[in-house]
Protein backbone atom coordinates (compact mmCIF):
# COMPACT_ATOMS: atom_id res chain seq x y z
CA UNK A 1 0.00 0.00 0.00
CA UNK A 2 1.08 3.58 -1.22
CA UNK A 3 2.09 5.97 1.70
CA UNK A 4 1.32 9.41 0.52
CA UNK A 5 3.81 11.95 1.35
CA UNK A 6 2.05 15.19 -0.04
CA UNK A 7 -0.37 16.15 -2.62
CA UNK A 8 -1.86 19.43 -4.33
CA UNK A 9 -5.10 20.05 -5.60
CA UNK A 10 -6.50 22.18 -8.32
CA UNK A 11 -10.07 23.54 -9.11
CA UNK A 12 -9.98 24.21 -12.58
CA UNK A 13 -12.28 26.87 -13.89
CA UNK A 14 -10.19 28.37 -16.51
CA UNK A 15 -6.95 29.17 -17.68
CA UNK A 16 -4.98 30.67 -15.25
CA UNK A 17 -5.83 27.33 -13.24
CA UNK A 18 -4.28 25.08 -15.79
CA UNK A 19 -1.32 27.11 -16.01
CA UNK A 20 -1.07 27.09 -12.07
CA UNK A 21 -1.63 23.38 -11.91
CA UNK A 22 1.00 22.84 -14.31
CA UNK A 23 3.51 25.55 -12.80
CA UNK A 24 3.34 24.16 -9.60
CA UNK A 25 3.38 19.96 -10.14
CA UNK A 26 6.25 20.70 -12.40
CA UNK A 27 7.96 22.52 -9.33
CA UNK A 28 6.92 19.35 -6.85
CA UNK A 29 8.26 16.84 -9.42
CA UNK A 30 12.19 18.89 -9.24
CA UNK A 31 11.54 19.26 -5.27
CA UNK A 32 11.42 15.48 -4.91
CA UNK A 33 13.86 14.80 -7.92
CA UNK A 34 12.93 14.60 -11.23
CA UNK A 35 15.26 15.17 -13.74
CA UNK A 36 14.39 18.72 -15.42
CA UNK A 37 13.50 16.40 -18.96
CA UNK A 38 10.75 13.88 -16.92
CA UNK A 39 9.64 16.97 -14.70
CA UNK A 40 8.80 18.73 -17.99
CA UNK A 41 7.20 15.47 -18.90
CA UNK A 42 5.22 15.52 -16.06
CA UNK A 43 4.24 19.61 -16.71
CA UNK A 44 2.95 18.79 -19.93
CA UNK A 45 0.95 15.94 -19.00
CA UNK A 46 -0.91 18.21 -16.04
CA UNK A 47 -1.78 20.96 -18.76
CA UNK A 48 -2.75 18.57 -21.04
CA UNK A 49 -5.70 16.87 -18.76
CA UNK A 50 -6.53 20.37 -17.38
CA UNK A 51 -6.87 21.93 -20.88
CA UNK A 52 -9.04 18.93 -21.53
CA UNK A 53 -10.93 19.11 -18.22
CA UNK A 54 -11.86 23.18 -19.70
CA UNK A 55 -12.23 22.25 -23.50
CA UNK A 56 -14.41 19.17 -22.31
CA UNK A 57 -16.04 19.41 -19.04
CA UNK A 58 -16.06 23.50 -18.09
CA UNK A 59 -14.81 22.55 -14.82
CA UNK A 60 -13.11 19.85 -12.17
CA UNK A 61 -10.00 18.77 -10.37
CA UNK A 62 -6.22 17.99 -10.78
CA UNK A 63 -4.76 16.57 -7.53
CA UNK A 64 -1.04 15.44 -7.69
CA UNK A 65 0.24 13.10 -5.17
CA UNK A 66 3.82 12.16 -4.35
CA UNK A 67 4.12 8.95 -3.06
CA UNK A 68 6.49 6.02 -2.62
CA UNK A 69 5.97 2.14 -3.09
CA UNK A 70 8.80 -0.31 -2.42
CA UNK A 71 11.35 2.56 -1.48
CA UNK A 72 10.66 4.31 -5.13
CA UNK A 73 9.33 7.65 -5.43
CA UNK A 74 6.44 8.57 -8.14
CA UNK A 75 3.77 11.37 -8.97
CA UNK A 76 0.23 10.44 -9.77
CA UNK A 77 -1.91 12.86 -11.38
CA UNK A 78 -5.75 12.77 -11.20
CA UNK A 79 -7.82 14.40 -13.18
CA UNK A 80 -11.60 14.17 -12.31
CA UNK A 81 -14.71 15.67 -14.01
CA UNK A 82 -18.49 15.92 -14.33
CA UNK A 83 -18.68 15.96 -17.65
CA UNK A 84 -20.24 14.21 -21.17
CA UNK A 85 -17.64 11.23 -20.33
CA UNK A 86 -15.94 9.92 -23.48
CA UNK A 87 -17.96 7.68 -25.82
CA UNK A 88 -14.90 5.42 -27.29
CA UNK A 89 -12.28 5.54 -25.16
CA UNK A 90 -9.36 3.29 -27.17
CA UNK A 91 -10.37 5.86 -30.17
CA UNK A 92 -9.37 8.71 -27.66
CA UNK A 93 -6.16 7.37 -27.17
CA UNK A 94 -5.44 7.05 -31.08
CA UNK A 95 -3.21 9.72 -32.61
CA UNK A 96 -4.97 11.97 -34.48
CA UNK A 97 -8.54 12.05 -32.73
CA UNK A 98 -10.12 14.92 -31.72
CA UNK A 99 -13.61 15.67 -31.26
CA UNK A 100 -12.21 19.55 -30.84
CA UNK A 101 -10.52 20.34 -33.97
CA UNK A 102 -7.26 20.04 -32.37
CA UNK A 103 -4.05 17.93 -33.27
CA UNK A 104 -5.41 15.11 -31.74
CA UNK A 105 -2.40 14.35 -29.51
CA UNK A 106 -3.06 15.45 -26.38
CA UNK A 107 -4.56 11.67 -24.53
CA UNK A 108 -2.21 9.50 -26.96
CA UNK A 109 0.96 11.93 -26.39
CA UNK A 110 0.33 12.44 -22.49
CA UNK A 111 -0.30 8.38 -22.18
CA UNK A 112 3.26 8.05 -23.93
CA UNK A 113 5.20 10.21 -21.37
CA UNK A 114 4.56 8.80 -18.32
CA UNK A 115 5.01 5.22 -17.02
CA UNK A 116 1.14 3.96 -16.03
CA UNK A 117 -1.90 5.53 -17.45
CA UNK A 118 -5.73 4.79 -17.02
CA UNK A 119 -8.88 6.03 -18.16
CA UNK A 120 -12.47 5.61 -16.28
CA UNK A 121 -15.54 7.55 -17.87
CA UNK A 122 -19.12 7.22 -17.89
CA UNK A 123 -20.99 8.73 -20.34
CA UNK A 124 -23.31 11.49 -19.06
CA UNK A 125 -21.67 11.17 -15.49
CA UNK A 126 -18.16 12.38 -16.65
CA UNK A 127 -14.20 11.21 -16.20
CA UNK A 128 -11.08 10.38 -14.18
CA UNK A 129 -7.65 10.12 -15.86
CA UNK A 130 -5.10 8.97 -13.77
CA UNK A 131 -1.38 8.86 -14.67
CA UNK A 132 1.71 8.03 -13.05
CA UNK A 133 5.65 8.87 -13.68
CA UNK A 134 7.85 7.15 -11.31
CA UNK A 135 11.44 8.44 -10.38
CA UNK A 136 14.12 7.05 -11.59
Same mark, same amino acid.
Given at each position: ???????????????????????????????????????????????????????????????????????????????????????????? @?? +?? %? #????? /? $?? *??????? @?? +?? %? #????? /? $?? *???????????
Amino acid at each position: MPSYESQLHFRIQNVSDVSESRRKGMQLALDIGFAHADATKIAVVISELARNILVYADEGTITIFVSEEASRKYIKIVAVDEGPGIPHIEQA @LA +DG %F #STSGG /L $GL *GLSGSRR @LV +DD %F #SIQSE /L $GK *GTQITAVKWLK
